[in-house]
């Protein structure tokens, strides 16, 4: 069985971290600044500085790649889009909606993962972009690694052709539902409304306005044993759903969130988390509002063995 975690974990530091208009139409969560640029994108730095920071304060491994300044790729801080590692040795690379975060794939991320990892085959997805068609990494695709499910809000940027290319190649089931915002927005990715621990799911049941799949996906987690936490349309908006299980060396459970997150969440829900894992809360305000991502979307998982 694989495991649900890794201590692994892949980031990239920005460099021109912006508003990014061509993801705001789709992406309710973003909130335009209206500070300079550059102090954005400063801020932003401090922002991811300080998680990796105390990732690694807690002997999490955390691999580090720069953003360059060309091509210019405003949401390259969240790569979780157009990458997932797998331990049977599997990548790959998915197809994303808005035309500037295509230049977030890199060759040098691939080559540093062959290098480091069992590497074996690259399952590239991204010629879909041509017909329109989109899925969005783990933003699209909220992971049960270890039950093989994978948990899918349709939208924009989830389209049935390319679930249905990769789940030929990667042999998972679906769940697949409509889930939305307290505007009545789909939710542009499954991972801002549920988090799939290893014993636990963090999810807004609530998003999911069709009572008939509401109850499927409720006893979907039920059968594959998991601990349901319900968090509010509130609490989603705050990005309490964005939280991602990680573990460091010596196999201690993390569960990383923003503070803003953290403090959206009641007593007795901060109790419950941190029964299953220690809850690591760091500032990533200028990140959630100008870019619509939170923790979660800033990590993508090794979850290749290493060699």
Known sequence: ?????????????????????????????????????KDINKKAQDNFDELVEQLRLRDIQVH?????????????????????????????LYPMEAP??????????????????????????????????????????????????????????THPDVLKAWQKVIDYELVLFEAYDKEDNLVYHTNVMMSMGDTFC?????????????????????????????????QMHHFAGNMLLVKNKKDKNFLVMSDQAYFSLRREQIDTMDYFAEILHTDLNIIETVGGGSARCMIAEIHLPEK
């Open 1 to 37: 069985m694989q495991e649900q975690v890794t201590s692994n974990l892949l980031m990239i530091r920005p460099v021109n971290f912006a508003f990014n208009p061509e993801t705001a139409a789709t992406n309710t969560f973003v909130h335009p600044n209206e500070l300079p640029e």
């Open 64 to 92: 580090v790649f720069d953003d360059t300044d060309y091509p210019y790729t405003p949401d390259s801080i969240f790569p979780n889009n157009w990458i997932s590692t797998h331990h049977s040795g599997k990548v790959m």
């Open 100 to 157: 500037n975060r295509r230049a977030e794939r890199r060759q040098d991320i691939l080559d540093f993962l062959k290098k480091n990892f069992d590497f074996h085959v690259l399952l590239d997805l991204t010629h879909f972009e041509s017909e329109g068609k989109f899925l969005e990494g783990t933003g699209s695709l909220v992971l049960d690694r270890m039950n093989r499910i994978a948990y899918v809000a349709r939208s924009s940027r």
């Open 202 to 234: 963090v999810i807004c049941l609530d998003a999911i306005k069709d009572p008939d799949q509401r109850l499927m996906v409720k006893q979907k987690l039920e059968k594959t044993g998991k601990n349901i936490m319900e968090i509010s349309l509130e």
